[in-house]
């Protein structure tokens, strides 16, 4: 059986199974489905995975210094809430006592994602991804610009995401999610 892709919500939207089926994009980009509409990211630069891949390193070893029984995720592993909606973040953790509450087959929302923002998936990031974690009930976001060399953390208030605190060089990420962590964010750029 042959899909053809459209990425236009007036032409087509898709099922999750319709999603599924689709071929991976020749390029390496990704796909990605928010209430049925399809959405295609550009392929990450090196610089984009060495710092989801310094990130995954920093958090690991946080949680194993701290006994935490939470799990750590990168793609694709993914959160997807409905028959419309399929999205995987760059890195994502879910506490133990989020995950006892969960369907273990399909994980719905996260206490904490991280979004890597490049620039050619900057707009969709920060407001279309971000605006459907709020949605998802995701309890923290952080928005790390490597062009910026920021991260931007912002904090679910019951509905959706508040307006977020900046972080650049110099400072360490201040976390809900992660109180005890001690991380600046010159490290997520630096080996």
Do not use: C
């Not at 053809?4 to 994009?25: G, R």
């Not at 994980?107 to 890597?116: F, N």
């Not at 995701?138 to 991260?151: C, F, G, H, N, T």
């Amino acid at each position: 059986m042959s899909i053809k892709i459209n990425t236009s919500p007036l032409v087509k939207t898709y099922t999750l199974e319709e999603f599924w089926q689709l071929p991976d994009p020749p390029d390496s980009s990704k796909l990605e489905l928010i209430a049925g509409v399809l959405y295609l990211s550009p392929p990450p630069e090196y610089t984009h995975d060495d710092v989801v891949t310094r990130l995954n390193r920093f958090l690991t070893l946080h949680l194993v210094e701290t006994d935490d029984r939470g799990k750590l995720y990168v793609p694709r592993a993914a959160i997807w809430t409905s028959e419309r909606t399929y999205l995987e973040p760059d890195l994502f953790y879910v506490s133990a006592e989020l995950a006892a509450r969960l369907n273990p087959e399909r994980r719905t929302t996260a206490d904490l994602v991280v979004e890597v923002i490049s620039p050619g998936s900057a707009i969709y990031d920060r407001n279309t991804k971000a605006d459907t974690y709020g949605a998802l009930g995701v309890r923290e976001i952080w928005l790390v610009d490597e062009v910026a060399q920021s991260v931007e953390v912002r904090q679910h208030t019951g509905e959706v995401f508040d307006e977020g605190q900046m972080f650049s060089r110099g400072e360490q990420i201040r976390s809900i999610v992660f109180p005890a962590l001690k991380l600046s964010v010159e490290q997520l750029f630096t080996d």
